[in-house]
């Protein structure tokens, strides 16, 4: 029972710590170098989903003398 209860506390807590996705778009670009548009004349996209940490607050590091 401890071995499940210790599985399932692992579980939620690397849940609790996860980082958000973000979905980012960038225009296609050709060998020519320039913007691939569709039929409808709208530039395609190149989409990829990023995970975006927390960043966390600290102090400096003091600089050596």
Do not use: N, R, W
């Amino acid at each position: 029972m401890s071995k499940i209860l210790a599985v399932l506390l692992i579980a939620v807590s690397s849940l609790a710590f996860a980082a958000e996705e973000k979905t980012v778009c960038i225009d296609k670009i050709g060998k020519d170098g320039k913007v691939v548009t569709g039929k409808d004349g709208k530039p395609q996209q190149e989409c990829k989903k990023m995970k975006v940490h927390k960043k966390l607050e600290g102090t400096k590091v003091p600089e050596k003398k």
